[in-house]
């Protein structure tokens, strides 16, 4: 089992930034592509950002809603992955999760073996 845990959500105005962290254990963290979802009220959870395994490389995935704005980076000595999320909207409010897939990066949810609690983003307007 991997045990994901999310941290630094929040409430931040429109147009200013938070940095969420996904600490994770139990496993093998290189061997992990993680991913970044999040699920606003009454909607489905969606796909935000995601990485591929810690080695040779990691490339890096995003939904056209953070294109430009959200950047998700690993660092394997920690453990952790993070999602840096600039220039907020009202409209990036949910409750943000993170994953884990053991093998290739993939944007589809279902397909990811681990999934923290999440971390809740409140943008007001």
């Known amino acids: 089992q991997m045990q994901l845990v999310e941290s630094g959500g929040g409430l931040v105005q429109a147009g200013g930034s938070l940095r969420l962290s996904c600490a994770a254990s139990?496993?093998?963290?290189?061997?992990?592509?993680m991913g970044w979802f999040r699920q606003a009220p009454g909607k489905e959870r969606e796909f935000v950002a995601a990485?591929?395994?810690?080695?040779?490389?990691?490339?890096?995935y995003y939904a056209d809603s953070g294109k430009g704005r959200f950047t998700i980076s690993r660092d394997s000595a920690k453990n952790t992955v993070y999602l840096q999320m600039n220039s907020l909207k009202p409209e990036d409010t949910a409750l943000y999760y993170c994953?884990?897939?053991?093998?290739?990066?993939?944007?589809?949810?279902?397909?990811?073996?681990?999934w923290g609690q999440g971390t809740q983003v409140t943008v007001s307007s």
């Open positions: 994953a884990a897939r053991n093998g290739a990066t993939v944007t589809l949810q279902h397909e990811y073996d681990y």
């Open positions: 990485i591929s395994l810690g080695w040779p490389g990691s490339a890096t």
């Open positions: 139990g496993r093998t963290f290189s061997r992990y592509a």
